[in-house]
């Protein structure tokens, strides 16, 4: 399955891009999380007073009294912006992830109770299948809670490489840690895996029925066919495609738990003929499982890290 972003979806991205991420933060955040996501403000303005950018007093003792709260650094000068930013950035990481932890134990519940709720007969199946609907609401929001916090985690060290007087780069090393947290390793494959369960008793059930596509030639015989499928969406609503997916199809990459089993994880950003791919072959003849590509500026784009494959 391959996920690649559609021009319309493109041309939304291009203008959420143009906002400031303060702006997007505002405007994408969840209401019920917003005061669960990064500090955006806070912690850009106190990265300005550590790399001296900011020199204000009022603002300086406003930095130190809102980190104090939290952290022990205190004004002791002997610590580093560079120890001053990791504490900041740790302890935030550490905050965003304690509530994901949550938000993931309580979705995992819901889906346990409303698994055993399907199988009795005495429950009301319209009420059931509202039930599913919120939980796949839920996964889809805290995907997109996940997937925002960690663009404020890439501004913020953006920002902080950009003011900092030292010539190390802070950027690559520290999101290597926030791939790595809490946030980022929510399980949603074993969420969808429960959902697709719970939906297909409930398709046997008759709660409701397939796709309505799948009656009107959207889906039509060839495709199962077909070894690929591809979909034309906006990178940020690929949980929802997957939630959906989960609800009307049985999916059998969920069904299958053999170590090789082939898995659909990846989006691909190309030209339309795959020249991109296809220089890379040229020039070394080893197929890749998974590439990075950074855009250069202009027509330049740069192999920054590639994965090869068994």
Do not use: C
């Not at 949550?102 to 005495?122: M, N, P, T």
Request: glycine letters at 6%; proline letters at 3%.
């Amino acid at each position: 399955l391959s996920v690649i972003v559609s021009g319309g979806g493109l041309f939304a991205l291009l203008r959420v891009a143009a906002m400031k991420f303060g702006k997007q933060l505002e405007v994408q955040s969840i209401p019920k999380y917003r005061s669960h996501y990064i500090q955006y403000k806070e912690l850009k303005k106190a990265l300005k007073v550590y790399t001296g950018v900011e020199k204000d007093q009022s603002t300086v003792q406003e930095v130190t009294h809102w980190a104090s709260s939290f952290l022990r650094l205190g004004p002791n000068p002997e610590v580093s912006p560079e120890m001053r930013l990791n504490a900041l950035l740790r302890h935030e990481m550490e905050r965003i992830g304690k509530f994901a932890e949550l938000e993931e134990g309580s979705i995992r519940k819901q889906l346990g109770a409303l698994e055993e709720d399907v199988k009795r007969h005495d429950k009301d199946k319209q009420a059931l299948a509202k039930r599913l609907d919120d939980l796949a609401l839920q996964i889809v929001q805290l995907k997109a809670f996940a997937r925002l916090n960690f663009s404020g985690f890439r501004k913020v060290l953006k920002k902080y490489d950009k003011w900092s007087t030292s010539k190390a780069k802070v950027s690559p090393w520290f999101m290597a840690e926030v791939v790595r947290a809490p946030f980022m390793k929510v399980g949603f494959t074993s969420l969808l895996a429960q959902l697709n369960r719970i939906a297909r008793v409930l398709r046997k059930l008759g709660v409701f029925e397939d796709h309505p596509h799948a009656s009107s030639g959207y889906f039509d015989a060839s495709l199962h066919a077909r070894r690929e499928i591809v979909f034309l969406i906006d990178p940020k609503d690929t949980m929802q495609v997957h939630v959906l997916l989960a609800k009307y199809l049985t999916m059998k990459s969920m069904l299958d738990t053999s170590p090789d089993r082939r898995r659909s994880s990846n989006t691909y950003l190309d030209t339309e003929n795959l020249d991109i791919y296809s220089s890379h072959m040229v020039e070394s003849g080893v197929p890749l499982s998974s590439t990075h590509f950074r855009h250069g500026g202009g027509d330049a784009v740069m192999l920054v890290r590639e994965t090869v494959g068994d």
